[in-house]
């Protein structure tokens, strides 16, 4: 009997890295997401997979908006109010492919974690 996938963290193993091309891989090498590295410096890169790692929370790590897109997209609103695109969620076509999962199911893990990643970036410390 296949193993029940309640949550991306069935799927995806902290502790986080990231590497000098903008990807984002879990502790088993699956990639798990990529930076915008026009609009993510490599500086922000790892202070970003530091905070998901819960390794420290900054205050915000942005100055504007988050938004996640159903396509697996998180997108940041500049100062200027220009949205751009800032984290691209990957692993479609290893929810898919690997795991054999519904593409309904894939969907719902990604944005799980997209809403994960939202969270972490915006709230401040307790």
């Known amino acids: 009997m296949a193993k029940k996938i309640k949550s991306f963290r069935d799927i995806w193993k902290f502790p986080l890295a990231n590497d000098e091309c903008g990807s984002a891989w879990d502790s088993e090498d699956i990639r798990i997401f990529d930076f915008n590295p026009d609009t993510v410096s490599l500086v922000n890169q790892c202070r970003i997979i530091t905070c998901l790692n819960d390794e420290f929370e900054p205050a915000v790590i ?49 944005d799980e974690l997209g809403a994960f990643i939202i969270y972490k970036l915006t709230n401040e410390t307790e």
């Open 62 to 110: 942005t100055t504007g908006e988050l938004e996640y897109l159903e396509e697996g997209e998180i997108f940041y609103t500049n100062k200027a109010g220009e949205k751009v695109k800032y984290i691209d969620i990957r692993g479609w076509g290893h929810l898919t492919g690997t795991l054999a999962l519904s593409a309904k199911e894939a969907a719902r893990l990604q």
